[in-house]
Nanobody
Framework: QVQLVESGGGLVQAGGSLRLSCAASGAIFSSAVLGWFRQAPGKEREFVAAISWIGGQTYYADSVKGRFTISRDAAKNTLYLQMNALKPEDTAVYYC??????????????????WGQGTQVAVSS
């Protein structure tokens, strides 16, 4: 069982930066992928970024590539999302997720079996 707790959301002006953190407790298996998803009001939850827990390989949605950076500190069991050059369209609740054992499609919600409660990010124009 994995528990995930996000923090670091808030209100920021367009062009600003925020860093989200996700503290993980419990056993994260070696082949796990951890990811960030977001859900804006009235929209479906969408993939933002992911990282393989051991190898550190990263994946990004086209909409955030070059602006967001995902990283992890395995010693602290913590996942991060550094968000720069924020835009109003980045406004959403951001969720941390950990994959289920087995094959993972990093962009697919169905591949993730553990979710945090979410943290709100609001970007004003």
């Amino acid at each position: 069982q994995v528990q995930l707790v996000e923090s670091g959301g808030g209100l920021v002006q367009a062009g600003g930066s925020l860093r989200l953190s996700c503290a993980a407790s419990g056993a994260i298996f070696s082949s796990a992928v951890l990811g960030w998803f977001r859900q804006a009001p009235g929209k479906e939850r969408e993939f933002v970024a992911a990282i393989s827990w051991i190898g550190g390989q990263t994946y990004y949605a086209d909409s955030v590539k070059g602006r967001f950076t995902i990283s992890r500190d395995a010693a602290k069991n913590t996942l991060y999302l550094q968000m720069n050059a924020l835009k109003p369209e980045d406004t959403a609740v951001y969720y941390c997720a950990a994959s289920r054992p087995g094959g993972v499609v990093v962009t697919s919600i169905a591949s993730y079996g553990y979710w945090g409660q979410g943290t709100q990010v609001a970007v004003s124009s």
